[in-house]
């Protein structure tokens, strides 16, 4: 089955964000919002600092019709910056490759 997905880039207000869709669309969560600081350290990455740790890494949301939302923070210590026509990004995964 065909689906859309919508990515939204945020700059450290996913979590905010995304509750606040929840409660519009009377969903819930995909799975449990994911955040930096529970995915393991990486041999060879830089930290994250403290004040990024708490970021959302990845959250999904389904809303109407199959279509899903789904979103994360941008990260300055990764040089990320918001910037208005970055932030969104549409994922269409058609029934086939034709």
């Not at 509750?19 to 350290?41: G, H, L, R, W």
């Not at 941008?74 to 058609?94: A, D, F, R």
């Amino acid at each position: 089955m065909s689906k859309v997905s919508i990515y939204l880039n945020f700059q450290g207000n996913t979590a905010e964000a995304f509750q606040y869709y929840k409660s519009v669309f009377n969903t819930e969560f995909s799975a449990p919002i994911m955040y930096m600081k529970d995915m393991p350290q990486q041999e060879g990455a830089p930290k994250l600092p403290e004040n990024e740790m708490n970021s959302v890494m990845h959250v999904a949301l389904p809303i109407l019709g199959g279509t899903v939302i789904m979103g994360t923070d941008m990260l300055e210590s990764m040089g990320h910056k918001l910037i208005v026509g970055n932030n969104v990004t549409l994922n269409l995964e058609p029934d086939t490759k034709e």
